[in-house]
């Protein structure tokens, strides 16, 4: 595809279940970032992707989130028992190289809304 | 850690009037970077800055970044209708080989036609 794509666009899960966010970067793209968007704020980092290797996981709130990229090309986001303050735009990113001052490409995003 | 702060938080401007956005970190970065966000959309990036000083120019659109790479601004003349959304500066620092982006909290901008 000509872009980052995510699925769901949006996503409704009462409290308490486990949710499942996807994210297809563009192809060949090494580095992939999400971010997590709440309300009239920016976006704020959540963990970071060198191919398959998880080398940042730094802002992920809690145990409760977990991310994977097992073949070094489409990513996971998930959440379990999931709470009225996950609640958010998920937006993942990627980049072609693993250098710095590389762009980043924003997919859509998945909006998150816990009841 | 690093905290980048965005003033002002909103800015409504008569079409045709300029605009101006300031980012300020509390560390010293390696780039700065700018995205912009229409209403239900998600960043586009827009410009790089990477040198101490450094001036960019995009059409109607004039970012600088500070002598001491911690702040930035992004000008826009004469704005216009499609200028409309929130703007955001991105500070990076090198984490793990790669670029950790802190964004600021964003400029949103409307335009009275």
């Known amino acids: 595809g000509a872009g980052v794509s995510q699925s769901p666009r949006y996503k409704v899960a009462k409290r308490g279940q486990d949710v499942a966010l996807r994210c297809d970067p563009i192809?060949?793209?090494?580095?992939l970032f999400w971010y997590q968007q709440a309300l009239g704020q920016g976006p704020e980092f959540l963990t970071y992707?060198?191919?398959?290797?998880?080398?940042?996981k730094s802002g992920l709130p809690s145990d409760r989130f977990f991310a994977e990229r097992p073949e070094g090309s489409v990513s996971t986001l998930k959440i379990q028992r999931t709470q009225q303050e996950d609640s958010a735009v998920y937006l993942c990113?990627?980049?072609?190289?693993?250098?710095?001052?590389?762009?980043?490409?924003f997919g859509p995003g998945t909006r998150l809304t816990v009841l | 850690g690093q905290q980048v702060m965005q003033i002002p938080q909103y800015q409504h401007v008569q079409e045709g009037e300029d605009f101006t956005t300031y980012c300020n970190s509390s560390?010293?970065?390696?780039?700065i970077q700018w995205y912009k966000q229409r209403p239900g959309g998600h960043p586009v990036f827009l410009i790089q800055?990477?040198?101490?000083?450094e001036v960019k120019k995009q059409k109607r659109l004039t970012f600088q970044f500070g002598e001491a790479k911690k702040n930035s601004s992004l000008h826009i003349t004469a704005t216009q209708t499609t200028d409309v959304g929130t703007y955001f500066c991105?500070?990076?620092?090198?984490?793990?080989?790669?670029?950790?982006?802190?964004f600021g909290t964003g400029t949103r901008l409307t335009i009275i036609p």
């Open positions: 990113a990627s980049s072609s190289t693993s250098g710095v001052g590389d762009t980043q490409y």
């Open positions: 192809s060949g793209h090494v580095s």
């Open positions: 992707f060198q191919n398959e290797a998880q080398l940042d």
């Open positions: 560390t010293t970065l390696s780039n």
């Open positions: 800055l990477v040198k101490s000083g």
């Open positions: 991105a500070g990076a620092q090198i984490n793990f080989g790669n670029e950790k982006l802190t």
